[in-house]
């Protein structure tokens, strides 16, 4: 079955730039799609297709893609940023939606 | 504004069933695939299972496959799970949300609803 990999946690403080990575076999040929789970909360929409921005998100969140493996980027962290941050694919092979273990940012 | 609405979780023992429901509003239901998504205790997202529009295509995961059946009545824009020889390991937080088009895959999960709790426990 398909994998994708997330880092468990990233850190970094506010202002600065964070970066969660999500790798995966072949993930060039999939759109990867990215969601913000804050605690206690349900899952919002980040990013989608790679490197779309639904409307509503702040343009701190940018999306990117090469090789193996596609990155979410948060620039000039704030606080409210803190969150878990899961990548998602649709494998084509099982037919399957896929979810990355997921990545708890903390902002220091 | 689009709204989801999840219900019917509970405490169920071994080997028991349920059936949850996520009631939608403020948009045309037959017109995009759902999908319910679930989150273990300390865990991340497990996709669970997908129907399109029509309700003709259905995917599901392996770990439920023959235990859960996904289901929806278009004509009370209501989706359903209908779960089965339940687990300890079924217990989890099961969101519906919407997907971004009337066919399953290749799209995104553009609209949540706030979950509801399914606990397997003697």
């Known amino acids: 079955s398909y994998v994708l990999t997330q880092p468990p946690s990233v850190s970094e403080a506010p202002g600065k730039t964070a970066r969660i990575s999500c790798g995966g076999n072949?993930?060039?040929?999939?759109?990867v799609h990215w969601y913000q789970q804050k605690p206690g909360q349900a899952p919002v929409l980040v990013m989608y297709s790679d490197s779309d921005r639904p409307s509503g998100i702040t343009e701190r969140f940018s999306g990117s893609k090469s090789g193996s493996m596609a990155t979410l980027t948060i620039s000039r962290v704030e606080a409210g940023d803190e969150a878990a941050y899961y990548c998602?694919?649709?494998?084509?092979?099982?037919?399957?939606?896929?979810f990355g273990g997921g990545t708890m940012l903390t902002v220091l | 504004e689009v709204q989801l609405v999840d219900s019917g979780g509970g405490l169920v023992q071994p080997g028991g069933s349920l059936r949850l429901s996520c009631e939608a509003s403020g948009f045309i239901f037959n017109r995009y695939a759902m999908t319910w998504v679930r989150q273990g205790p300390g865990r991340g997202l497990e996709w669970v299972s997908s129907?399109?529009?029509?309700?003709?295509?259905?995917y599901s995961a392996d770990s439920v496959k023959g235990r859960f059946t996904i289901s929806r009545d278009n004509s009370k824009n209501t989706l359903y799970l209908a779960m089965s020889s339940l687990r300890a390991e079924d217990t989890a937080m099961y969101y519906c949300?919407?997907?971004?088009?009337?066919?399953?895959?290749?799209?995104?999960?553009?609209?949540w609803g706030q979950g509801t709790l399914v606990t397997v426990s003697s």
């Open positions: 998602q694919v649709w494998d084509i092979y099982s037919d399957h939606w896929v």
């Open positions: 072949n993930i060039g040929s999939k759109s």
């Open positions: 949300a919407r997907e971004r088009d009337i066919a399953v895959a290749n799209n995104w999960f553009d609209s």
């Open positions: 129907i399109s529009g029509s309700g003709g295509t259905i």
